[in-house]
């Protein structure tokens, strides 16, 4: 009876691909995927609304694409810059660079290649002004938020936050070839909304930042302060959502205002907790925040998409 030679077993084929893949996960961990998730939620709608119905879905794909790598550009040389203080605090300490996941030198030059393939895309499927504000986003975020204001002021996130505005004016150029009115009213909603976002993460981790040095708000300014601050902004944007409502239909006008009252009960039961010096939760009103954007451009997307009557001024 024959034997059978036993064929050899690669014992490295497995870890080498189970490498790549840890390699792969880093650099794509290096792009902030869950923020680029909120970023492209408002970039549709602002596009439905401009085309005040379904414009063609090559483009938003197209723009999607420009836009992920735009934002993945900027949020990878924001890790470069931030390694650091990454590295000190808790909350990022898991981070690739923090824990020497992808060497520096290789995140930079990701970074740039992600701005540069991010302008070339946007310039070759929709237009020059598009891919023009995306790279002026990515300069805007790397440069002036991370570089300049962040680590110098307690205002580094109510004007280093304009950045993360960008995606809904990007949207609207793509398809409209300028920036409309409504655009600005739509960036308008997410500056307004961006202080009393991270101002809720920053209390929570008021520690963490203070380690590393970050002069956020809840760092160096009372809590009763920082949360009638969020009061503030949040009474802002509410108010600054209902702008768009000659531009829509019913269906934006109930959802947003609906949403807004939502949103500034929780605002309201935040500030009044910490008034009473009672334990606070101030994560709910973070993710709320999250929730509450997404709301507002879904019912934005729905009314564009259903186009429905436009009333009111004559724009």
Known sequence: MSSVTPVPVDTKATPGRSDIRTVLRAYVALTKP???????????????????????????????????????????????????????????????????????????????VLG?????????????????????????YVLVYTMLLKRRTSQNIVW???????????????????VGWQALVMFGVIFFWTPPHFWALAMKFRDDYAKAGVPMLPVVATPQHVAKQIVV???????????????????????????????????????????????????????LSNTYLTAVFVALAVDSALSLPVTGWPF
Not at 37 to 44: I, K, P, S
Not at 160 to 178: F, H, L, N, R, Y
Request: charged share 10%.
């Open 34 to 112: 869950r923020i680029i998730e909120l970023l492209l939620v408002t970039t549709v709608p602002a596009m439905l609304l401009a085309a005040r119905g379904i414009p063609s879905p090559w483009l938003v794909l197209n723009t999607l694409i420009g836009g992920t790598m735009a934002a993945g550009s900027a949020n990878a040389l924001n890790c470069v810059v931030d390694a650091d203080i990454d590295a000190v605090m808790k909350r990022t300490s898991a981070r690739p660079l923090a824990r020497h996941a992808v060497p520096t030198r290789n995140a930079l030059v990701f970074g740039l």
């Open 116 to 140: 540069v393939l991010s302008f070339g895309w946007l310039y070759a499927t929709t237009n020059l002004l598009a891919a023009a504000m995306a790279v002026g986003a990515i300069l805007f």
């Open 160 to 178: 280093g936050g304009a950045a993360g505005c960008m995606p809904v004016v990007i949207g609207w150029s793509a398809v409209t070839g300028d």
């Open 233 to 287: 902004y949040s009474w802002v944007m509410v108010a600054w959502t209902l702008l768009l409502v000659p531009a829509t239909g019913w269906v934006y006008t109930v959802f947003t205002v609906a949403a807004g009252a939502w949103f500034l009960v929780f605002a309201h039961r935040l500030y009044s907790a910490v008034r009473r010096d009672k334990p606070t939760n101030p994560m709910k009103l973070f993710h």
